[in-house]
Nanobody, 118 residues
């Protein structure tokens, strides 16, 4: 069973910053696209940002401009730096590892809560 271990969520005031991290097994991390999604109560899970094994990044509308995704290949870790957080960023944030199209496998972390509140 593949485990993605997330950390870094918490409570922050509007305008503050948080850094999320996700560690994956080495054989997964080195071959899969890593990404962060988020899901607010009553809403669909949406892409925040993704990064390929080559370091190519893509951002969903929710992550553009304020968030930065990066990967540390030596530590098998993908991070999401979130700056200037807004109330609407409050959600459960999930790390994912996507092996498609080469491998029809997608793995998810358990989620880490980010709450932006004054």
């Amino acid at each position: 069973q593949v485990q993605l271990v997330e950390s870094g969520g918490g409570l922050v005031q509007p305008g503050g910053s948080l850094r999320l991290s996700c560690t994956a097994p080495g054989n997964i991390f080195s071959n899969f696209v890593m990404a962060w999604y988020r899901q607010a109560p009553g809403k669909q899970r949406i892409l925040v940002a993704g990064i390929t094994t080559d370091g190519f990044t893509t951002y969903g509308d929710s992550g553009k401009g304020r968030f930065t995704i990066s990967r540390d290949n030596a530590k098998n870790t993908v991070s999401l730096q979130m700056n200037n957080l807004k109330l609407e960023d409050t959600a459960l944030y999930y790390c994912s590892a996507d092996g498609r199209p080469m491998r029809d496998e997608v793995y998810w972390g358990q989620g880490t809560q980010v709450t932006v509140s004054s």
